[in-house]
């Protein structure tokens, strides 16, 4: 692959990776929340689903400050968890939580409509049937929101790959080890003759979302189409 | 006795205050909307948790607030047809049929796939969708899923009430094979007259919370008391043996030794039926009537005369082969002077009888 220079194509990479980890496993927690949002009855909920909105309207900068806050070394989830080992802040994984943060709202929003959408007679009908709580959830409500999970999912990752300010700020934009596509693009604009590199991203950058949306609607369309038993 | 059933429960305004006892069979919930039967069948599904009381069917006790037992909707072994069916679209009829069977304890009595199958006819049905099914099918699968839950209490929430009248008339002959086939209870919603005369083993009559009546089907639809729950709901039912069909469409039918002719119907010859001859159809006459169109006249003795605040009355006809009830005006009753003891005859169109009034005996 020499259409790229081994900077760029670093950066593409780096940008893939962050973004599936970042999808993965923010998954269960996007379920989890999406369904005690749609179905929950808790004291608390509202807090709950302004706290999961919150990087949705609040400037990137500003998650990336309060992460850098909370999950620097020097912050009280950073130096818990440097005792065990783990640093966030200016390494590869912390860009995936700043991602898992930004994303997150988007993918709760997803599977919580297909959750919503799910008839609450069907799940009172497994249940009569025998199948407790969690067996109800596995064989009805699951297979259900299929759609809106993937859909959530592709959203997430689509998102998680063009984050910038949440990121830049929390793990700073080095190369080959937190230097994403966007922060790759930010950076070849910076500097005189980049702009050839920067375009070059640009438009793998174009491709990738286009890819994940187009990829996105094929797999619900498939499944929507086998739930609804068509 | 097989089902138990004893409840209080207080919400907005309304109070619900029930106790009977039925046999095995289909026990009917009767009754107008806001009667309190959609509170009996959800306690007894464990959807709504009522302030006392305590169900039991065939020994298997759901709760009892008194012990303050309680075991939530899925250990409950119920086998529920809704209303509206309820398959799970995203699976097809066989998966649908063995929803309930992965849950059930493995010390359950099996019901066999194959025989329930070919007991609702929907053997060509196995592989297909939900939304490939007409509601008659889809209503068949769901009696089918309930069966195979190996269930110790059947519920069935009005489970013709969203179909038309054919799909009626084509669901209500497996109800009937239902209950008298299976030995598991069967706890019936319905505020349909021609189906508690069909399908009923025992009926409770449900009037604002209380239990207006209770007893066996014919016991039960016979009494004139059941008029304010709707003047259609008011009905004698008679056993009768299909004798002849005959050339001009007419099947005759043996009530206790008299003849009576009903439109043809697909029977043979010798089976038992049950009919519902409606009130509102039936005249009567003091004397045997000649040059009359109507072909069912059936002769008996007064029992009683019942009349309330408006200008109806209803008067129970004790026949051969039982009772027949016909509401008449309070005019007629006098000037006719009906009273106990009298002999009178009683005159139903053929057509008075509709086809969904006919069930198996």
């Given amino acids: 692959m020499d259409w790229l220079s081994p900077q760029e194509w670093q950066a593409v990479l780096l940008s893939l990776k962050v973004s599936f980890w970042a999808t993965v496993i923010s998954l269960p927690f996007g379920v989890g929340v999406a369904y005690a949002l749609a179905r929950g009855v808790f004291p608390g909920k509202l807090l709950l689903n302004g706290l999961v909105h919150l990087p949705l309207i609040m400037p990137p900068v500003v998650t990336g400050y309060l992460l850098l806050l909370t999950f620097g070394t020097q912050g009280p989830i950073g130096a818990v968890l440097q005792d065990f080992g783990i640093v966030l802040a200016f390494r590869w ?13 988007l993918m709760v929003r997803a599977i919580r409509l297909s959750i919503e959408a799910v008839d609450p007679k069907l799940t009172e009908a497994a249940a009569t049937f025998g199948a407790s709580p969690f067996q109800v959830f596995r064989t009805v409500t699951l297979p259900l929101i299929l759609p809106g999970i993937i859909a959530g999912a592709v ?23 937190t230097q994403t596509l966007p922060s790759a693009i930010h950076a070849f604009l910076q500097v005189p003759g980049g702009e050839s590199s920067a375009m070059r991203l640009v438009l793998i950058s174009v491709a990738l979302a286009m890819a994940a949306i187009l990829v996105s609607e094929w797999v619900s369309a498939r499944i929507a189409k086998r739930v609804a038993g068509k | 006795m097989t089902l138990s059933v004893s409840l209080k429960h207080a919400f907005g305004g309304f109070d619900l205050d029930v106790t009977f006892q039925a046999p095995a069979g289909i026990t009917v919930l009767f009754g107008p909307s806001g009667s309190g039967k959609t509170t009996i069948i959800n306690a007894a599904a464990g959807l709504l948790r009522p302030d006392t009381g305590c169900i039991v069917s065939d020994g298997w006790e759901l709760f009892d607030t008194a012990k303050n037992h309680w075991l939530p909707t899925h250990k409950r072994r119920l086998g ?18 063995l929803y309930g069977q992965r849950f059930a304890p493995n010390s359950a009595p099996r019901e066999d796939l194959g025989r329930v199958v070919e007991m609702l006819g929907i053997g060509h049905l196995l592989a297909r969708r939900p939304d490939m099914l ?11 899923r309930a069966l195979l839950t190996s269930p110790r209490l059947i519920l069935a929430d009005e489970p013709l009430s969203a179909l038309d009248g054919a799909h009626k008339a084509e669901i209500m002959p497996y109800f009937e094979r239902l209950r008298d086939e299976v030995s598991v209870p069967i706890l019936y919603v319905s505020h349909s ?43 004698a039912l008679l056993e009768a043996v299909v004798t002849a069909h005959h050339d001009d469409g007419l099947t005759e039918l043996d009530v206790g030794g008299q003849r009576l002719l009903l439109p043809r119907l697909q029977r043979e010859t010798g089976s038992r039926l049950r009919i519902r001859i409606p009130a509102h159809d039936v005249i009567l ?9 109507a072909l069912n006249i059936l002769h008996g003795t007064v029992e009683r005369v ?56």
């Fill in chain 2, 80 to 97: 529920y047809i809704f209303q509206e069916g309820r398959l799970f679209p995203h699976l097809d009829v066989r998966q649908n049929l």
């Fill in chain 2, 134 to 144: 007409s509601g008659g099918e889809k209503q068949r699968v769901a009696i089918g």
């Fill in chain 2, 285 to 293: 006459s003091r004397k045997r009537p000649v040059g009359l169109s």
């Fill in chain 2, 306 to 361: 019942r009349s309330g605040n408006g200008p109806g009355a209803i008067v129970s006809l004790r026949i051969s082969g039982g009772t027949v009830l016909a509401r008449i005006t309070r005019r007629s009753a006098t000037a006719l002077d009906l009273e106990a003891g009298v002999e009178c005859y009683a005159i139903a169109k053929t057509i008075a009888v509709a086809p969904e009034d006919v069930g198996r005996g």
């Fill in chain 1, 93 to 105: 994984t912390g860009a995936v939580l700043a991602a898992a943060i930004m994303a997150f709202p």
């Fill in chain 2, 193 to 235: 007259a021609a189906e508690v005369a069909r399908l009923a083993t025992s009926v409770v009559a449900l009037d604002q919370g209380r239990v207006v009546q209770t007893g066996p089907a014919a016991e039960v639809l016979n009494d004139p008391m059941l008029a304010p729950l709707g003047v259609r709901a008011v009905g």
């Fill in chain 1, 155 to 177: 959203l997430a990752f689509a998102k998680a790959m063009g984050e910038f300010g949440a990121t830049i700020t929390f793990v700073s934009n080095i190369p080959g080890q």
